[in-house]
């Protein structure tokens, strides 16, 4: 069983930049690929990042060049970098884990706001 929890969201002006945490626990567990989704009020959750094993990152086109996923493998936590933020990236964020099976953290809020 792997438990992920997301912190780092907050409020922010536009222009400004925060740095999402998803720190994975348990036991015996090999995490394959992190990920990262969002879900805006009254919308779909839609995926923003992905790191798998081999290092590749794929991101959703509109965060290209703004966001920037990462992982520390010695802490089993993964980064979301996100700079120049726009009200457009306002959401709930949430962490996912692939593993023997796949895991989600429970959301952090990110307003955009002026």
């Known amino acids: 069983q792997v438990q992920l929890v997301e912190s780092g969201g907050g409020l922010v002006q536009p222009g400004g930049s925060l740095r999402l945490s998803c720190a994975a626990s348990g036991s015996g567990f090999e995490i394959y690929a992190f990920g990262w989704y969002r879900q805006a009020p009254g919308s779909e959750r839609e995926f923003v990042a992905l790191?798998?094993?081999?290092?590749?990152?794929t991101y959703r086109d509109s965060v290209k060049g703004r966001f920037t996923i990462s992982r520390d493998n010695a802490e089993n936590t993964s980064y979301l970098q996100m700079n120049s933020l726009k009200p457009e990236d306002t959401a709930v964020y949430y962490c996912?884990?692939?593993?023997?099976?796949?895991?989600w953290g429970q959301g952090t809020q990110v307003t955009v706001s002026s």
């Open positions: 996912f884990a692939a593993a023997a099976r796949n895991y």
């Open positions: 790191l798998n094993s081999d290092g590749m990152t």
